[in-house]
C-alpha cells in the first residue's frame, strides 16, 4: 500500500481514535489488605484528566494494571465489585482473566499487564463509587493482585 491509499488509512485510524476519546492515565490506588500484591502502576482511560477518574454511562473504559506476580499461574479469577458498606460484585463481568486479559500463565517475578474494559451500564446512579479488584489463583485460591480505587459516574 503506498501514497494516498496509506494516507486515507491513517487519516480513518486516526479518527477512530478521537471517536473513542479517552486517553489513559495514570490513577491512583489503595491497597487491599498487608498481604496482597498492588499494581506498580494503574492507568485508566477516564473523561477527565485529573483527581478521581470520571466514566460516562453507556460506554466502556479500558483498564490497565501493571505487576509482577509472586506466584506461577495458569487460571486466574478476576473479581470486581463497589465496596460500600456491602460488597455488590459489578454485573456481566468477564471473570476468566486468562480468557484475554492476560498472557497466560503468568509467571512469578514477570512484569505483567492485565487489560480490561469495563462497560458502565446505563442503570447506575451518577455518583462516586469505591471499587476493589482482585485477581486470584483459581487452583489454589491464592491471591495475585489486589486494588481499590474509586470511579464517578457521570
Ligand atoms: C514458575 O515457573 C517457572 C517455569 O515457567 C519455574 O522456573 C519457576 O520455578 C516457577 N516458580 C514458582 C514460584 O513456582
Not at 446512579?125 to 486470584?136: A, D, M, Q
Request: proline share 6%; aromatic share 10%.
Amino acid at each position: 500500500m503506498k501514497g494516498p491509499c496509506a494516507v486515507a488509512v491513517v487519516v480513518v485510524v486516526a479518527l477512530i481514535n478521537l471517536s473513542e476519546g479517552f486517553q489513559p492515565r495514570r490513577i491512583m490506588f489503595a491497597r487491599c489488605s498487608s498481604e496482597e500484591q498492588v499494581p506498580r502502576a494503574l492507568f485508566m482511560t477516564c473523561a477527565n484528566r485529573h483527581g478521581v477518574c470520571e466514566v460516562r454511562l453507556g460506554q466502556s473504559h479500558n483498564l490497565r494494571a501493571i505487576f509482577i506476580p509472586q506466584l506461577n499461574s495458569s487460571d486466574v479469577d478476576s473479581y470486581v465489585r463497589w465496596n460500600g458498606w456491602m460488597e455488590i460484585p459489578l454485573p456481566d463481568q468477564q471473570r476468566d482473566a486468562c480468557d484475554g486479559e492476560l498472557a497466560c500463565p503468568l509467571v512469578a517475578g514477570q512484569m505483567t499487564q492485565f487489560t480490561y474494559s469495563l462497560q458502565i451500564q446505563n442503570f447506575w446512579p451518577r455518583k462516586e463509587y469505591p471499587v476493589i479488584w482482585s485477581l486470584t489463583d483459581r487452583k489454589t485460591d491464592e491471591p495475585l493482585l489486589c486494588f481499590k480505587f474509586k470511579i464517578n459516574i457521570i
